[in-house]
């Protein structure tokens, strides 16, 4: 069955600091990982895929994650976060079309 | 842009009652979902629908049922409403199967309290 895996449920941080947050996934065909954002009091949005291809993927905001095949990973950066990244961030993956999140990794950036 | 609408924002039903909840979709996509989101859960997959009429459990299915009489409406539905029910609910929808273009689309939210 798959699964996916947040290891971070709440970070703070300050504005300027680098961010990381971890996601581990099982599922053993084919999958499309992503990242959505859910800013306070708005719907969900995608901040990136990956499907194939490159490993490292760009995303909006000045996001980027990388797929690690190996290790089941799809880890969002983001090298200076700034007051309006707060938000609650999930990671998803759909394989055999149902598609799957993890628990979410609340942000908090203070200025 | 892709457009998800579900019906309500907010309801507020007592317990016992039926409950719809609608979502259409502008996209002519295949795919439909239904979740719920909890603080610290997540989102947890009720259903979901790759075709007419078709219909799949997701991870928690119990006490809940799902129509999809035309391919841009998805109903959810709460047979007999309880308080543990209470939740936000999400709707979905996505193009079939992988590769590019199978991101799926959230609708706003309906935030549903059973009294």
């Known amino acids: 069955a798959q699964s996916v895996s947040q290891h971070n449920h709440h970070v703070i941080l300050s504005e300027a600091a680098s961010l990381e947050l971890g996601c581990n996934y099982s599922?053993?065909?084919?999958?499309?990982l992503f990242w959505y954002v859910q800013y306070p009091g708005q719907h969900l949005q995608l901040l990136l895929k990956?499907?194939?291809?490159?490993?490292l993927v760009k995303g909006i905001k000045g996001f980027e994650a990388e797929f690690i095949k190996s290790k089941f990973s799809f880890n969002l950066r983001k090298p200076s976060v700034q007051w309006s990244d707060t938000a609650e961030y999930f990671c998803?993956?759909?394989?055999?079309?149902?598609?799957?999140f993890g628990t979410g990794t609340r942000l908090q950036v203070f200025p | 842009d892709v457009k998800v609408t579900q019906s309500s924002r907010y309801l507020v039903k007592r317990t016992g009652e039926k409950v719809f909840l609608e979502c259409v979709q502008d996209?002519?996509?295949?795919?439909m979902f239904w979740y719920r989101q909890d603080p610290g859960l997540g989102l947890r997959l009720i259903y979901f629908s790759y075709d007419v009429k078709m219909k799949e459990k997701g991870d928690i299915p119990e006490g809940y049922s799902v129509s999809r009489e035309k391919k841009e409406r998805f109903s959810l539905i709460l047979e007999s409403a309880s308080t543990n029910q209470t939740s936000m609910y999400l709707c979905a929808s996505s193009l079939l199967g992988a590769g590019v273009g199978t991101e799926a689309f959230f609708g706003q939210g309906t935030r549903l309290t059973v009294v």
């Open positions: 998803a993956v759909i394989g055999a079309d149902k598609l799957i």
């Open positions: 599922y053993g065909g084919t999958v499309n």
């Open positions: 990956y499907f194939s291809g490159d490993p």
């Open positions: 996209m002519d996509h295949e795919n």
